[in-house]
């Protein structure tokens, strides 16, 4: 404010001095060119010695006039200029911070800090809420970014601002600098994650709050997707970490678990020597023993790192097929319904056919056993097969839907663990999705999770495609299928 009154002075100093300095550069040009010419004049217009006094006034008159309106003339004009080239400079201003505004990559609100209302707002402002920005103004601001649940460690808008009902009364503003972030319901109802960040502006009397609020809709995508890649590197390493484990294990179990299965087998065949209870548990100690057995046997699969010594070329739909046909007659049996759809346009996959069919029939297996513990009629199984385009590549997602009973919330995160099952009592080991994890990882693919208790369970599997030379094996021999 003091360098505007210091500028205001100067330019009152200077045009003193400019008129001072006209002002005697035009009485001297007066004097000595147009004085004399002048005079003559009009001695010659009222002649005689009686005109004396008039012609004496008039001469002072004209002298008087000339001088003044010559410096105003000059001093007007000049003064003109200065304002014009101001004016110019002002509008170039404008237009360049209009056009700052306009195409700024952040949303600005501009809201009067008396009553919140928005004065104005950019482009980017509307976009970002989905209204046009001359929709917004006069509206008030904590109304338009109606809160739809603050996040972790901020408040709402509202809160944010002071622009509650008690408030509305002529509260002073209350800007917040530092980022803060807020979630708020868009033009479309959908909840929208905002940063958003207030500070004040006073022009004159008048004060206003600059909002500027980002959209995050983004940057919680990309965290989303780094936790997930997170998330499966810490499995692939606990994977790996336990296949070392499992190798050393599963031999030093191998040779006395075979003796004992076969001793109890000689005992069983010399069956005479004892009852029937004895015999039972003869029985008994060979079954749990060959289950330990079939444990021991996926140990030793889990821990063998030879996934590419026997990659091929695989239809994945020939590899579907295969694997429903061992479970046909268990689906109908159980009431389920099975549909594949597997669409034409599906590439081979390099891989090995019969790890993938584990795979599947894993994925397989944990459906039936889900829609089996379901108590409703309407039991469905689909695989759906589509290629896709995922940043660059060809990809062949496979999707396994189970309407059954879903996975509690708790679970979800556990269900790739090994040794984690719901159904140690009926024979499960919590390896089948540990080793589909490490096989689908081997071949440079992924497999995810979503599921809702009591509504249904999807696995979706995704492996980069193949170019196939010839039409994939595809829905003319399984598509649409029903068991």
């Known amino acids: 404010m003091g360098m505007k009154k210091f500028g205001g002075a100067r330019l009152i100093l200077f045009f003193v001095?400019?008129?001072?300095?006209?002002?005697l550069v035009v009485i001297y040009t007066w004097e000595g060119l147009l004085m004399k010419p002048l005079y003559s004049y009009v001695e010659s217009l009222y002649p005689g010695p009686e005109n004396s006094d008039y012609r004496w006034r008039?001469?002072?008159?004209?002298?008087?006039?000339?001088?003044?309106?010559?410096?105003?003339?000059?001093?007007?004009?000049?003064?003109?200029?200065?304002?014009?080239?101001?004016?110019?400079?002002?509008?170039?201003?404008?237009?360049?911070y209009r056009a700052v505004f306009e195409q700024a990559g952040d949303g600005i609100g501009v809201v009067r800090a008396t009553n919140h209302l928005v004065v104005e707002v950019n482009k980017k402002f509307?976009?970002?809420?989905?209204?046009?920005?001359?929709?917004?103004?006069?509206?008030?601001?904590?109304?338009?970014l109606e809160s739809g649940g603050a996040e972790s460690g901020s408040g709402t808008l509202s809160e944010l601002m002071l622009c509650g009902p008690r408030n509305r009364g002529g509260r002073a503003p209350a800007p917040f600098p530092a980022e803060a972030e807020i979630t708020v319901n868009s033009a479309a109802?959908?909840?929208?994650?905002?940063?958003?960040?207030?500070?004040?502006?006073?022009?004159?009397?008048?004060?206003?709050?600059?909002?500027?609020?980002?959209?995050?809709t983004e940057r919680r995508r990309l965290e989303r997707q780094q936790d997930q890649m997170r998330a499966q590197l810490f499995q692939t390493s606990k994977l790996a970490s336990l296949g070392e484990l499992s190798a050393g294990v599963a031999h030093e179990i191998n040779n006395p678990l075979s003796a004992v299965i076969?001793?109890?087998?000689?005992?069983?065949?010399?069956?005479?020597?004892?009852?029937?209870?004895?015999?039972?548990?003869?029985?008994?100690?060979?079954?749990?023993?060959?289950?330990?057995?079939?444990?021991?046997?996926?140990?030793?699969?889990?821990?063998?790192q030879d996934s590419y010594a026997a990659s091929e070329q695989v239809e994945i739909g020939r590899v579907i097929a295969d694997a429903m046909s061992l479970f046909g007659h268990q689906l109908k049996r159980d009431g389920i319904s099975a549909v594949i759809d597997i669409d034409g346009g599906v590439g081979p996959i390099l891989a090995s056919a019969s790890r993938l069919r584990q795979v599947i029939v894993n994925l397989i297996s944990n459906a039936r056993h889900a829609l089996r513990a379901d108590p409703r009629q309407s039991k469905i199984l689909r695989i759906t097969v589509r290629q896709v385009e995922s940043q660059g590549r060809r990809h062949v997602h496979i999707e396994f839907f189970d309407n059954g009973v879903g996975i509690p919330e708790e679970n979800?995160?556990?269900?790739?663990?090994?040794?984690?099952?719901?159904r140690r009592n009926s024979g499960g080991t919590g390896l089948g999705l540990s080793l589909s994890f490490a096989?689908?990882?081997?071949?440079?693919?992924?497999?995810?999770?979503?599921?809702?208790?009591?509504?249904?369970?999807?696995?979706?599997?995704?492996?980069p495609a193949k170019a196939a030379e010839e039409a994939p094996y595809a829905e003319g021999s399984v598509g649409g299928r029903r068991a």
């Open 17 to 23: 001095i400019l008129t001072f300095v006209l002002t």
């Open 58 to 96: 008039v001469a002072q008159r004209i002298e008087h006039f000339f001088i003044s309106s010559t410096v105003d003339a000059i001093v007007v004009t000049a003064l003109l200029l200065l304002v014009r080239r101001q004016q110019r400079e002002l509008r170039e201003s404008e237009e360049r």
């Open 126 to 144: 509307g976009d970002i809420l989905g209204y046009q920005p001359n929709d917004l103004q006069g509206k008030h601001i904590c109304e338009l």
């Open 189 to 216: 109802g959908s909840l929208l994650p905002l940063s958003a960040s207030c500070s004040t502006l006073t022009t004159g009397k008048e004060t206003f709050l600059i909002l500027i609020i980002r959209d995050l």
């Open 262 to 304: 076969n001793f109890a087998q000689l005992l069983k065949d010399d069956g005479d020597a004892r009852g029937e209870t004895n015999q039972m548990m003869v029985n008994g100690i060979i079954d749990e023993g060959r289950r330990i057995a079939a444990i021991v046997t996926n140990l030793l699969t889990f821990a063998r």
């Open 412 to 422: 979800i995160d556990k269900v790739f663990d090994p040794f984690f099952t719901t």
């Open 439 to 463: 096989i689908i990882h081997d071949y440079g693919g992924r497999i995810t999770v979503e599921s809702e208790p009591g509504g249904f369970t999807r696995f979706i599997v995704e492996l």
